[in-house]
């Protein structure tokens, strides 16, 4: 087999920006900074905007548009018009 064919597969840890928590597991993605992890070691930190910490799916904060009323108005609005 070729070597440096495939990318390093290692230890990392994700951080989520909005609610500040951290899980370690196993990636590929290249980062720049290093954060001490609980068991005393160091490992590649990766930043990322949202998790299952923050996502509002997750959190059950998931905001619904309330549609009653759309098609009403939109009926309303278009029932005068001739085809």
């Given at each position: 087999m070729?070597?440096?064919?495939?990318?390093?597969?290692?230890?990392?840890?994700?951080?989520?920006?909005q609610s500040?928590?951290?899980?370690?597991?196993?990636?590929t993605i290249q980062t720049k900074e290093t954060i001490k992890w609980e068991d005393g070691k160091e490992y590649p930190l990766a930043k990322v905007e949202i998790?299952?910490?923050?996502?509002?799916?997750?959190?059950?904060q998931d905001r619904?548009?309330?549609?009653?009323?759309?098609?009403e108005k939109f009926m309303n609005k278009y029932k005068n018009i001739k085809k």
């Amino acid at each position: 087999m070729r070597e440096n064919l495939h990318p390093i597969y290692r230890d990392v840890v994700f951080k989520d920006l909005q609610s500040g928590f951290s899980f370690l597991t196993r990636s590929t993605i290249q980062t720049k900074e290093t954060i001490k992890w609980e068991d005393g070691k160091e490992y590649p930190l990766a930043k990322v905007e949202i998790s299952s910490k923050s996502h509002p799916f997750y959190t059950g904060q998931d905001r619904r548009v309330d549609t009653t009323g759309r098609v009403e108005k939109f009926m309303n609005k278009y029932k005068n018009i001739k085809k």
